[in-house]
């Protein structure tokens, strides 16, 4: 793998909710490593995704990817896949939609729990955090995103925890175009802190 990092993002059924971040942070990324050239550290990141009860082989849900759109982001080719503990394994960073999703990962893969964080509680202990962060050195990608974990995790003790309200992304499964724009509205809010801090 050599100094490409792998992100995991993780769902229920992986049509919605991660697909949305997996293919939006990957946009993200892509474009912040355009525009800083040869700064920071060396490498790719890639970030997939899968779904503790994954539909698999289903496109992503079409007014997600309508979202999707909406923000920049691109879900053509998308299909849905189960989460294993291979998937968990090989991944540098993994970043759930609730807590309840952290708790199913690290029941399958209690060795991730140390880079497993929710979404919006990885970007609220990384907030401040990017070329200049903190205890994180790595001079390549896989090693930054490593070590970002690793300072992450140790910020749980110290940072006071987020609300559960504010922790978890609303699921828009099968319900209205407004939910579909909340879940869409928290990804898109906790998204730069997350791309700066993984961008390094």
Do not use: Y
């Amino acid at each position: 793998m050599g100094d490409e990092a792998r992100i995991l993002i993780v769902c229920t059924g992986n049509i919605c909710r991660s697909p949305f971040i997996e293919r939006l942070l990957q946009c993200r990324l892509d474009e912040r490593q355009r525009t800083r050239g040869r700064q920071g550290p060396a490498g790719t990141t890639l970030v997939h995704s899968a779904g503790t009860g994954g539909l698999a082989g289903w496109a992503m849900d079409e007014r997600a990817a309508a979202q999707l759109v909406a923000h920049g982001g691109d879900p053509a080719g998308f299909r849905a896949r189960e989460l294993t503990p291979d998937l968990i394994a090989v991944s540098d960073l993994v970043l759930t939609a609730t807590r309840a999703h952290r708790g199913k990962v690290a029941a399958m893969s209690p060795k991730a729990l140390r880079r497993l964080f929710t979404f919006r509680d990885f970007a609220d202990l990384v907030a401040g955090i990017d070329g200049q962060g903190a205890g994180v050195t790595g001079t390549d990608q896989r090693a930054w995103v490593r070590q970002l974990a690793e300072e992450a995790s140790a910020r749980r003790g110290v940072n006071p925890p987020l609300d559960p309200a504010q922790a978890d992304i609303v699921d828009p499964f099968r319900r209205q175009d407004r939910v579909f724009a909340e879940m869409a509205q928290q990804v898109v809010e906790s998204m730069p802190a997350v791309v700066r801090a993984l961008a390094g």
